[in-house]
Nanobody, 119 residues
Framework: QVQLVESGGGLVQAGGSLRLSCAVS????????INWFRQAPGKEREFVGA????????YSADSVKSRFTTSRDNTKNLVYLQMNSLKPEDTAVYYC????????????WGQGTQVTVSS
């Protein structure tokens, strides 16, 4: 089993920055991918970005590619989502999810962390 715990959310002003963390434990090997998703009230869950634990290859949604960056620190078993130039429409619960390879199911999810961006 893989355990994921998100942290770092909070309330920020528009234009500000936040760095979210996803702590990864259990049987998450270097071949795994960690994905970031977000979901706002009344909206569908949206893919944000992803990273391979082994190689550090990153993937980003077009809607946030210029502002958000996914990275990892394998020595600390952490995956980060750096969010800059935040907008009110970025307000959502942010989740990390693990998959064993590209195309595999997202079998493991964290509890989510709330990000609220005020005008």
């Amino acid at each position: 089993q893989v355990q994921l715990v998100e942290s770092g959310g909070g309330l920020v002003q528009a234009g500000g920055s936040l760095r979210l963390s996803c702590a990864v434990s259990g049987r998450a090997f270097s071949s795994y991918y960690i994905n970031w998703f977000r979901q706002a009230p009344g909206k569908e869950r949206e893919f944000v970005g992803a990273i391979s634990l082994g190689g550090g290859n990153t993937y980003s949604a077009d809607s946030v590619k210029s502002r958000f960056t996914t990275s990892r620190d394998n020595t600390k078993n952490l995956v980060y989502l750096q969010m800059n130039s935040l907008k009110p429409e970025d307000t959502a619960v942010y989740y990390c999810a693990a998959q064993s390879s590209i195309g595999a199911p997202f079998d493991y999810w964290g509890q989510g962390t709330q990000v609220t961006v005020s005008s």
